[in-house]
């Protein structure tokens, strides 16, 4: 159960955290640039789910520790050292063959348009979207159970 409350702190957090910063994507943003952009990443994002449904955390978190150091940036995917991927809270982060899947089909799809963080954060949305249909039925359990 007290991870449950984790997943639904993290993710208040989230919604916090881009309504402050407010970058300017949002649903429909590569309407006309990349059309499937976020049927692609949500479809990647589906597909990774089904066969590891551990994933969805792994994912909001990725994004948490982006956005967490200079903005939501994408910074968290470099590669090498002296990263932050390779800083110590980060060293168990997971989700990196996600984005990479669906990085390589935006590339195929519309090469240069999408950016990583603007697929780091779909991602990251998709995957709540994807578990909180367990979440709601299970916080509705444990609210009639101690009532």
Do not use: W
Not at 64 to 91: M, Q, R, W, Y
């Amino acid at each position: 159960m007290s991870q449950k409350i984790v997943l639904m702190f993290l993710l208040l957090a989230m919604v916090g955290t881009t309504m402050v910063q407010g970058q300017g994507t949002r649903v429909g943003f590569y309407a006309t640039t990349c059309r499937r952009a976020e049927s692609i990443v949500r479809a990647t994002v589906q597909s990774h789910f089904t066969s590891d449904s551990s994933i969805a955390p792994g994912l909001l978190r990725m994004h948490f520790h982006d956005c967490f150091v200079n903005g939501c940036d994408a910074s968290i995917l470099i590669d090498g050292a002296n990263t932050e991927k390779t800083a110590g809270p980060n060293l168990l982060l997971r989700g990196y063959d996600v984005i990479a899947d669906a990085k390589t089909q935006l590339e195929a799809e519309c090469p240069g348009v999408v950016s990583c963080a603007d697929i780091l954060a779909l991602a990251a949305r998709d995957s709540v979207v994807l578990v909180l249909p367990f979440l709601l039925a299970s916080c509705c359990c444990c609210f009639f159970f101690f009532f």
